[in-house]
């Protein structure tokens, strides 16, 4: 503190000996100095008052007293700063925690995008903030069935991701890739129904897909409706269904229902976030997404989600509002 | 050593008394200017919390000597409700949330700080500050 005091009155009186521009600006960067090392407002005000007495010797008392007030209520600003860094610190801790956090969520969702020989698949998710919302989920048995469940918790950040992981072991009970989409989701319906907070609900699309025949047999808990691109009449249908969301009603019920995939043909899923522009609704989210699919559908299902991923993102001048997932399966 | 002068706190004029006898007490052990500033702010908020969550009550405010060092020691007692969960009165988002500076000020204020506490008896808070 000595030390400071020192070096304080001498810039100090460098400055007042010729008000240079140079010597306010050695000033600052002292200050900067000061604070790195904790000296608080309002002892920078008793260091100055200190160096100004010691630089003159004819300062008037009643200017001397204006400083001892100054230091008296800069007390007040100084715990201000310190209750910043208290937070800055926790801040800090919080960070490292959800990083921490991030990692176990990877580990605990990891799921590789299967590639059997006459689909190609597709996939992207991109969380809004560190933990993702927004979940795949692929079981492929090597036979005959595919299947995928994409699914959005209501909601985004940790809650959202842990229920998420909620929604992960349900699906990895039912074990087979050739469980009847409508009967999964009953299942799940139940679990979350008992599980989780009740105001928390989860959207899902299962779709299974028959290897051999090239049925997709699809079912849909309050999900954003998949796109079916239709190759031979060259237009798109939505995959609508009226089931409830997953964590409502015990007792939902779901139905199912079969397309056939042709040559050409794809089915694109995706999360509300995909689809969601708030406050802007003179765009037609929908549209946009078949105008970018069929503009690209000669690339492969993984190329044309991230075609959709980019051009989305720049319609959101980059500042996307959701998580963020879109599955393409293309035949 | 002088004795431990005590006053009692019942209206917001009992405060400035207390913050002066505390300046004055302090300016007496040593304390820079600053430290005086700190030391009277501690007292004010202290009474302040006195006559904000237990009406009155008294501060005690003595000097204090331990291995050859000198400090200033003053305790704020209060017959109060008492407070319920005294660790969570020194976190950044309880002391906030609250009127007042908040105890976790005063303990940013000083070298440390003790709380005792009973539902339905009262508060004693002690803050200690070390001439350094």
Not at chain 1, 34 to 50: D, F, G, Y
Not at chain 1, 209 to 215: E, G, P, R, S
Not at chain 1, 293 to 301: E, G, I, K, Q
Request: net charge negative; glycine share 6%.
């Amino acid at each position: 503190m000595e030390q400071i005091r020192k070096q304080y009155k001498k810039i100090l009186s460098d400055y007042i000996g010729n008000q240079s521009e140079s010597d306010l600006y050695i000033g600052q960067n002292f200050i900067k100095r000061m604070i790195q090392k904790n000296v608080t407002p309002e002892e920078v005000i008793s260091i100055h008052k200190r160096a100004l007495e010691e630089i003159y010797d004819d300062i008037p008392e009643s200017v001397l007293h204006g400083y001892d007030f100054l230091i008296e209520v800069m007390v007040h600003f100084g715990l201000k700063v310190q209750e910043h860094q208290a937070l800055l610190a926790k801040q800090e801790e919080l960070r490292i925690e959800m990083e921490i956090a991030t990692k176990i969520q990877n580990l605990l969702l990891e799921n590789e995008i299967p590639s059997p020989s006459c689909v190609d698949i597709g996939m992207i998710s991109v969380p809004l903030r560190k933990m993702n919302g927004d979940y795949v989920h692929f079981m492929h048995d090597d036979e005959r069935y595919l299947s995928v469940a994409v699914t959005d918790v209501v909601g985004k950040g940790v809650p959202a991701a842990l229920c998420m992981s909620m929604v992960k072991y349900g699906l990895d009970t039912l074990e087979y890739a050739n469980s009847n989409p409508s009967y999964v989701l009953e299942v799940l319906n139940r679990i979350i129904e008992k599980s989780i907070d009740d105001s928390m609900f989860v959207s899902l699309c299962y779709i299974r897909y028959n290897l051999q025949t090239n049925v997709l047999t699809w079912s849909s808990a309050g999900h954003e409706p998949s796109l079916y691109y239709e190759e031979k009449s060259q237009s798109f249908h939505d995959l609508e269904s009226k089931g409830l969301l997953l964590g409502i009603l015990p007792e939902a019920k779901y139905t199912q229902q079969d397309i056939e995939l042709n040559s050409g043909d794809f089915v694109i899923i995706m999360t509300d976030g995909v689809t969601d522009f708030r406050n802007r609704e003179e765009i037609d989210s929908r549209q946009i997404i078949k105008e970018l699919a069929l503009a690209n559908r000669h690339l492969t299902a993984q190329e044309m989600c991230e075609v959709i991923y980019s051009e989305l993102q720049k319609l959101h001048d980059f500042k996307l509002e959701d998580d963020f997932t879109v599955v393409i399966i293309k035949k | 050593m002088r004795d431990a002068r005590i006053i009692e706190i019942v209206t917001e004029l009992d405060i400035v008394t207390a913050r002066k006898l505390g300046r004055d007490e302090a300016k007496e052990i040593g304390f820079n200017d600053v430290d005086q500033s700190r030391i009277t702010t501690a007292i004010g908020e202290l009474a302040n919390n006195i006559l904000l969550y237990a009406r009155a009550g008294k501060i005690v405010i003595e000097e204090i000597e331990e291995n050859g060092s000198k400090g200033i020691a003053i305790s704020s007692i209060d017959k109060g409700e008492g407070m319920k969960e005294i660790h969570r009165v020194l976190e950044d988002d309880y002391s906030s949330a609250n009127t007042g500076a908040g105890l976790l000020a005063v303990k940013r204020l000083v070298d440390s700080i003790d709380i005792q506490s009973k539902i339905g008896k009262g508060t004693t808070v002690k803050v200690v500050k070390w001439l350094s």
